[in-house]
Protein backbone atom coordinates (compact mmCIF):
# COMPACT_ATOMS: atom_id res chain seq x y z
CA UNK A 1 0.00 0.00 0.00
CA UNK A 2 1.33 3.79 -0.84
CA UNK A 3 2.47 5.12 2.16
CA UNK A 4 0.24 8.20 1.99
CA UNK A 5 -2.87 5.85 2.38
CA UNK A 6 -1.77 3.79 5.32
CA UNK A 7 -0.50 7.29 6.92
CA UNK A 8 -4.40 8.35 6.33
CA UNK A 9 -5.58 4.53 8.18
CA UNK A 10 -3.40 5.46 11.05
CA UNK A 11 -4.42 9.33 11.30
CA UNK A 12 -8.02 8.12 10.87
CA UNK A 13 -7.06 5.60 13.81
CA UNK A 14 -5.84 8.30 16.03
CA UNK A 15 -8.70 10.82 15.03
CA UNK A 16 -11.82 10.08 13.26
CA UNK A 17 -12.92 13.56 13.09
CA UNK A 18 -10.02 15.27 11.30
CA UNK A 19 -10.69 15.76 7.54
CA UNK A 20 -7.69 14.46 5.33
CA UNK A 21 -7.01 14.95 1.84
CA UNK A 22 -4.23 12.02 0.64
CA UNK A 23 -2.07 13.21 -2.55
CA UNK A 24 -0.36 10.11 -4.47
CA UNK A 25 1.26 12.40 -6.84
CA UNK A 26 5.39 13.49 -7.49
CA UNK A 27 5.37 17.16 -5.89
CA UNK A 28 6.64 18.72 -8.72
CA UNK A 29 6.88 22.73 -8.99
CA UNK A 30 3.13 23.07 -10.57
CA UNK A 31 1.64 20.87 -7.97
CA UNK A 32 3.15 22.17 -5.47
CA UNK A 33 2.91 25.50 -6.30
CA UNK A 34 -1.03 25.09 -6.23
CA UNK A 35 -0.91 23.04 -3.32
CA UNK A 36 0.41 25.68 -1.05
CA UNK A 37 -1.97 28.68 -1.94
CA UNK A 38 -4.76 26.12 -0.44
CA UNK A 39 -2.87 25.78 3.06
CA UNK A 40 -1.86 28.35 5.58
CA UNK A 41 1.20 25.82 7.01
CA UNK A 42 3.47 23.83 5.31
CA UNK A 43 5.79 20.99 7.10
CA UNK A 44 8.39 19.38 4.92
CA UNK A 45 10.04 15.93 6.12
CA UNK A 46 10.81 14.97 2.88
CA UNK A 47 13.90 13.07 2.10
CA UNK A 48 16.06 14.71 -1.41
CA UNK A 49 17.86 17.94 -1.60
CA UNK A 50 15.86 18.72 -4.60
CA UNK A 51 12.20 18.58 -3.23
CA UNK A 52 13.48 20.56 0.40
CA UNK A 53 14.91 23.49 -1.81
CA UNK A 54 12.05 23.11 -4.19
CA UNK A 55 9.88 23.59 -1.08
CA UNK A 56 11.46 25.91 0.51
CA UNK A 57 11.50 28.48 -2.69
CA UNK A 58 7.68 28.05 -3.14
CA UNK A 59 6.68 28.83 0.12
CA UNK A 60 8.64 31.49 0.24
CA UNK A 61 6.98 32.90 -3.43
CA UNK A 62 3.33 31.47 -1.80
CA UNK A 63 4.21 33.99 1.54
CA UNK A 64 3.54 30.77 3.45
CA UNK A 65 5.46 29.18 6.79
CA UNK A 66 7.52 26.34 6.33
CA UNK A 67 8.16 23.58 9.45
CA UNK A 68 11.17 22.03 7.69
CA UNK A 69 13.11 19.41 9.58
CA UNK A 70 15.60 16.91 8.42
CA UNK A 71 17.06 13.78 9.95
CA UNK A 72 20.37 11.57 9.58
CA UNK A 73 21.55 8.51 11.22
CA UNK A 74 21.30 9.89 14.99
CA UNK A 75 20.88 13.58 14.50
CA UNK A 76 17.19 15.92 13.73
CA UNK A 77 17.04 19.38 13.12
CA UNK A 78 14.02 21.20 12.89
CA UNK A 79 13.44 25.04 12.62
CA UNK A 80 10.59 27.29 11.23
CA UNK A 81 11.38 29.39 8.13
CA UNK A 82 9.38 32.36 7.23
CA UNK A 83 10.77 35.51 5.62
CA UNK A 84 7.45 36.94 5.43
CA UNK A 85 7.69 37.48 9.12
CA UNK A 86 11.01 38.18 9.25
CA UNK A 87 12.64 34.75 9.62
CA UNK A 88 14.97 33.39 7.23
CA UNK A 89 14.05 30.88 4.62
CA UNK A 90 15.53 27.50 4.37
CA UNK A 91 18.21 28.42 1.96
CA UNK A 92 19.29 31.43 4.21
CA UNK A 93 20.17 28.91 6.37
CA UNK A 94 21.43 26.35 4.27
CA UNK A 95 22.68 28.20 1.13
CA UNK A 96 24.78 25.67 -0.32
CA UNK A 97 23.56 22.09 -1.06
CA UNK A 98 25.55 19.03 -0.28
CA UNK A 99 27.27 17.97 -3.39
CA UNK A 100 26.02 14.28 -4.78
CA UNK A 101 27.66 11.70 -2.13
CA UNK A 102 28.66 13.66 0.60
CA UNK A 103 25.24 13.22 3.02
CA UNK A 104 24.16 9.54 3.01
CA UNK A 105 20.70 9.04 2.07
CA UNK A 106 18.60 7.04 4.93
CA UNK A 107 18.15 3.97 2.53
CA UNK A 108 22.25 3.83 2.27
CA UNK A 109 23.18 4.65 6.10
CA UNK A 110 19.86 4.18 8.22
CA UNK A 111 18.17 6.14 11.09
CA UNK A 112 17.93 5.18 14.46
CA UNK A 113 14.05 3.99 14.18
CA UNK A 114 12.11 6.15 17.17
CA UNK A 115 13.98 9.66 15.70
CA UNK A 116 11.85 10.24 13.27
CA UNK A 117 8.80 9.70 15.67
CA UNK A 118 10.95 11.94 18.05
CA UNK A 119 11.67 14.86 15.42
CA UNK A 120 7.58 13.88 13.84
CA UNK A 121 6.45 15.24 17.06
CA UNK A 122 8.41 18.12 17.63
CA UNK A 123 7.60 19.21 13.64
CA UNK A 124 3.86 18.51 15.00
CA UNK A 125 4.13 20.47 18.88
CA UNK A 126 5.94 23.79 16.24
CA UNK A 127 2.71 23.66 14.25
CA UNK A 128 0.39 23.76 17.17
CA UNK A 129 2.21 26.64 18.58
CA UNK A 130 2.12 28.37 15.34
CA UNK A 131 -1.59 27.99 14.83
CA UNK A 132 -2.58 28.84 18.17
CA UNK A 133 0.19 31.73 18.71
CA UNK A 134 1.15 29.77 22.13
CA UNK A 135 4.82 30.00 23.35
CA UNK A 136 7.80 30.53 21.37
CA UNK A 137 8.33 28.66 17.96
CA UNK A 138 10.80 27.73 16.15
CA UNK A 139 10.80 30.69 13.81
CA UNK A 140 14.59 32.12 13.44
CA UNK A 141 16.04 29.43 15.41
CA UNK A 142 17.43 25.51 14.57
CA UNK A 143 16.67 22.99 16.56
CA UNK A 144 19.60 20.28 16.68
CA UNK A 145 18.79 17.13 18.25
CA UNK A 146 21.60 14.70 18.81
CA UNK A 147 19.78 12.03 19.52
CA UNK A 148 23.11 9.47 20.43
CA UNK A 149 24.41 11.51 22.90
CA UNK A 150 21.08 13.34 24.05
CA UNK A 151 22.00 16.68 23.59
CA UNK A 152 19.17 19.58 21.98
CA UNK A 153 21.43 22.70 20.87
CA UNK A 154 19.16 25.29 19.46
CA UNK A 155 20.94 27.82 17.33
CA UNK A 156 19.49 31.25 15.77
CA UNK A 157 19.21 31.78 12.41
CA UNK A 158 19.20 34.82 10.53
CA UNK A 159 17.70 35.66 7.14
CA UNK A 160 21.03 36.71 4.60
CA UNK A 161 20.32 39.88 2.45
CA UNK A 162 22.12 38.11 -0.61
CA UNK A 163 19.54 35.31 -0.78
CA UNK A 164 18.68 34.10 -4.28
CA UNK A 165 15.21 33.22 -2.70
CA UNK A 166 13.90 35.63 -0.67
CA UNK A 167 16.48 38.36 -0.08
CA UNK A 168 14.97 40.30 -2.62
CA UNK A 169 11.24 39.92 -0.95
CA UNK A 170 10.06 42.26 2.67
ZN1 LIG B 1 16.36 33.14 2.19
Not at 68 to 97: D, M
Request: hydrophobic share 45%; aromatic share 8%.
Amino acid sequence: MPKVFSAEIALRGLNPFIELRPYKRRLDEATARALFSEYDLILDGTDNFDTRYMVNRLAVETGKPLISAAITQWEGQVSLFHPASGAPCYECVFPTRPAPGMVPTCAEAGVAAPLPGVIGSIMAMEAVKHITGAGETLKGRLMIHDALFAEVRVIGVKRRADCPVCGASP
